[in-house]
């Protein structure tokens, strides 16, 4: 059971760094790379920017729910 938390928690801590590189800074990110640089003005940020938000945001939960797990087992 540990080898399984401890590659979930690999797996995750790479796609981790993957799509925060994806994020916009101050020179574009993924929406511009397939957007053209197209923003719209009303939300401030696209589709894409608050997909890639909400995805790795929920891939953080689940790196953290690995460590935490990972934490509960190596302590018994």
């Known amino acids: 059971m540990e080898l399984a938390f401890s590659?979930?928690?690999?797996?995750?801590?790479?796609?981790l760094i993957l799509l925060v590189l994806m994020h916009k800074g101050k020179?574009?990110?993924?929406?511009?790379?397939?957007?053209?640089?197209?923003?719209?003005s009303v939300g401030g940020s696209s589709v894409a920017e608050r997909n890639l938000d909400r995805l790795t945001i929920a891939l953080a939960l689940v790196w953290a729910a690995a460590i935490v797990a990972?934490?509960?087992?190596?302590?018994?």
Request: hydrophobic share 50%.
């Open 7 to 15: 590659i979930l928690l690999v797996i995750t801590s790479a796609l």
């Open 27 to 40: 020179g574009g990110g993924l929406s511009d790379m397939f957007g053209g640089g197209v923003s719209s």
């Open 70 to 76: 990972l934490g509960l087992l190596n302590a018994s």
